[in-house]
């Protein structure tokens, strides 16, 4: 089912700040019949939880090259396979001459198959996730039975940016249908091809009872977000993370909050430039560096540095070829918007790699920016392209002090072949998430919590994360309705006797207790 217009937003998570239309609300219907489903108790047996999970899960298998299509044609990369007829998603690609179709290998590995092991994860794991967790009691429990339940909040609201646009939504989705939540989508309408798919074919798999997608920009999605929720998730850009936070504080709701920032990439002295750079420009280039952890800029020594280019330069042909703009494995910018400033900070520092730009194709060379100021705007936004700014520091020191002298980021990477300088970094820093001599594997665990800190945000998930963020973890006490007797030490007159006796009883097994 799908709900609202659609309109232009200016950046890659949208600009809901406006006011919103006075029109007849598009979705009180909607969020009303979710919200009836949810208090029927209709999401809450393991059994629909599962049915939801195997759809979903259907929805993948069956469209798999459907999804890779319009992947394609939103992100814009070109595929080795024939052009879809006339009448399919090909008709909506936005570079005529060109094949969009996207390379399987990134549509496979950050949206399809990431998406798919988060469902299996779920469906092999649900009965034991949603069992009651029993917790150690004190000596004046002893008697009772102490639990944590884990309950669905109700209806929650799961806004997706448009540059993972299918594991950016599925992945969250997986952990809130397994919670036993009522879920209500709201994809990006920047990235069209994937919101056409999400809104027509995805229903079909779920629940129409209790899930929806709902369409639209920042009009529609400021109104959406003036209903009450009871659990926002939310990936984007800190900017408009304040605007989701301050209509959530309205209703009291909690929130996620998955945003960017500048994550910094230190490279010690100690350590095999190639090595590094095949890495670096791995992670720093694939999706075209629309990443929310990409590497934003590196810090290392001008020694370094020197060593580092060449090995970068390698790296990228290897990667690339000669002239990029053929590859197949490199796309284009999302919008001109996004082109024209990516093209503004190419004029940062001074550009030592790439640089090359065509507006018509929204094409941007891999790029690489050296003698780059602290001030300059490449170093005080998030780049959220192919541009990877080189900062020299004299030393691991300097370093440190540059990278807390920041907000916190999503992410933070250090190599060298020493162990002491990757783990010094690790303790004196704090980012959201950290990785030693590599970029995004760490993604790949979904055993690790994946979200940020501070500015980069709050909140996590990925794999029993996702359950434990979905759901709300209800503090159960049973005790016996007899031996009043002993349960009266508790009441007035008070005396010293009493007291003893309670405190020892609370502090037993060395558990606290606070008495209301």
Known sequence: MSAGGRSHTPDRRGDWGAKT??????????????????????????????????????????????????????????????????????????LPGRSCLQSAFESEVSEISISQSE?????????????????????????????????PFGLVLIIAPWNYPVNLI????????????????????????????????????LDQSCFAVVLGGPQETGQLLQHKFDYIFFTGSPRVGRIVMSAAAKHLTPVTLELGGKNPCY??????????????????????????????????????????????????????????????????????????????????GRVAIGGQSDEGERYIAPTVLVDVAETEPVM??????????????????????????????????????SKQVVKRVLAETSSGSFCGNDGF?????????????????MGNYHGKFSFDTFSHHRACLLRRPGMEKIYSIRYPPYSPRKLRMLLVAMEARGCSCTLL
């Open 21 to 94: 239309s006075l029109r007849m609300d598009p979705f009180a219907d909607t969020l009303q019949r979710l919200r009836e489903a949810f208090s029927a108790g209709r999401t809450r047996p393991a059994e629909f939880r599962a049915a939801q999970l195997q759809g979903l899960g259907r929805f993948l298998r069956d469209h798999k090259q459907l999804l890779q299509e319009a992947l394609a044609q939103d992100l814009h990369k070109e595929h080795s396979k024939p052009a879809p007829a006339s009448g399919t998603l090909h008709k909506l690609c936005p």
């Open 119 to 151: 469902i299996n994860l779920a469906l092999r794991n649900l009965r034991s996730w949603m069992k009651d967790e029993k917790v150690p009691k004190n000596l004046a429990t002893q008697l009772d039975s102490a639990f944590i339940r884990k309950e």
């Open 170 to 205: 599925l992945v969250p989705l997986v952990g809130a249908l397994a919670a036993g939540n009522c879920v209500v989508l709201k994809p990006s309408e920047f990235s069209r091809s994937t919101e056409k798919v999400l809104a027509d074919v995805l229903p079909r798999y």
């Open 267 to 348: 490279v010690d002295d100690d350590c095999d430039a190639q090595t590094v750079a095949n890495r670096v420009a791995w992670f720093r280039y694939f999706n075209t560096g629309q990443t929310c952890v990409a590497p934003d800029y590196v810090l290392c020594s001008p020694d370094t540095q020197a060593r580092l280019l060449p090995a970068l330069q390698s790296a990228i042909t290897r990667f690339y070829g000669d002239d990029p703009r053929g590859s197949p494995n490199l796309g284009r910018i999302i919008s001109q918007k996004h082109f024209r400033r990516l093209q503004g900070l190419l004029g940062c």
């Open 380 to 417: 005080q936004e998030e780049i959220f392209g192919p541009i990877l700014p080189i900062v020299n520091v004299r030393s691991l020191d300097e370093a440190i002090d540059f990278i807390n002298r920041r907000e916190k980021p999503l992410a933070l990477y250090a190599f060298s072949n």
């Open 441 to 457: 594997m760490h993604l790949t665990l979904s055993s690790l919590p994946f979200g940020g800190v501070g500015a980069s945000g």
